[in-house]
């Protein structure tokens, strides 16, 4: 991002040996500061301080006295980007590329945004903070450069592209990028493109995405994803599902779920997300949450706050 000018947090990383730049480092930015410990550890090598003087001693903490042991031998620090995250997806032949619709997806356990980290407890498309306006700056400023960027660096890459990114103040600010889809973005996101996918996939090998009309559902897409109990945590497998094949109107996508002696059941933390689209957002929402009530198994849980954050959005348009 930096070679290529894409716009991203500033950050630096630093090794023992060079504590005194980080601490210095650490003086050019604005309060909070965000610490991470560059290699594993366990979900807790992220620290957020919001003093620099606790900011300077869990610097010290890190690297120094290696609190998280190897795994803080580096220690990226990074300028804090207050702002709401959506996910962007490109796909590309390599030299053409195609901007499929924006995501916004759930990441939390806990309704309120609250407890731990999953791979994500829902999804909602298209995203309401994400207008024409902006998504011309993410084309203009992160996507035609990272394509780019891919061409001079000799990369062929042909797929999709994930782009994380924070909206700070109506400005895009990548945060990570990953060579696949998301989950569950994708089950959100695939339902609105409705050009034949297999056709999209040709048109990658064969370079040829140019030829290609995009066709995107306009409609709202949201899924709920129901997990087992537990989740992110320790959870149960093998419970009996049932009441998912009186899912009319939505879609079930099966993802942690297997089949045995004839009966479906969970064998995984996220379990099924349940898709619907409609006119609103706030449509696609209830009709998912009415889907899922229909299904049931031992200590189904789901967050039952999908959208609600996005509400305002619209009392805006509508006001
Ligand atoms: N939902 C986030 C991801 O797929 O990485």
Avoid: W
């Amino acid at each position: 991002m930096q070679r290529h000018n894409i716009p991203t947090a500033k950050y630096k990383t630093f090794t023992k040996e060079q504590l005194a730049d980080g601490l210095a480092f650490l003086e050019t930015l604005k309060p909070p500061f965000v610490l991470k410990a560059d290699g594993l550890a366990a979900g807790k090598g992220v620290v957020i301080p919001t003093e620099l003087s606790e900011a300077k001693k869990e610097l010290t903490e890190m690297l120094a006295n290696e609190k998280f042991g190897n795994a803080s031998a580096k220690v990226v620090v990074e300028e804090f980007l207050n702002g709401i995250e959506l996910s962007v997806f490109v796909l590309t032949d390599g030299k053409n590329y195609k901007i499929l619709p924006a995501a916004k997806d759930y990441k939390r356990i806990g309704d309120g945004d609250t407890g731990l980290n999953t791979g994500g407890m829902g999804a909602v498309s298209p995203v309401p903070f994400a207008d024409d306006e902006f998504l011309k700056k993410v084309e203009t400023q992160v996507i035609i450069p990272t394509i780019n960027g891919l061409q001079k660096e000799n990369i062929t890459y042909k797929g999709f592209i994930f782009i994380g990114l924070m909206n700070v103040n109506n400005e895009p600010y990548v945060i990570e990028y990953n060579v696949r889809m998301g989950d569950p973005e994708t089950e959100v996101v695939i339902p609105r493109v409705q050009n034949d996918i297999l056709e999209l996939f040709n048109a990658v090998v064969t370079e040829e995405l140019n030829t290609i009309q995009f066709k995107i559902d306009e409609q709202y897409a949201a899924t709920v994803m129901l997990v087992s109990g537990g989740y992110p945590g320790d959870y149960e497998k093998g419970k009996k599902i049932t009441g998912f094949e009186a899912v009319s109107d939505s879609l079930v996508f099966h993802a942690g779920t297997s089949l045995k002696n004839g009966e479906v059941c969970t064998n995984g933390g996220r379990v099924m997300a349940i898709t619907s689209y409609v006119k609103t957002m706030y449509e696609a929402v209830q009709k998912s949450y009415r889907s899922a009530e229909k299904v049931k198994y031992d200590n189904m849980y789901y967050r039952k706050d999908i959208g609600k954050d996005l509400e305002k959005y619209f009392k805006k348009e509508n006001a």
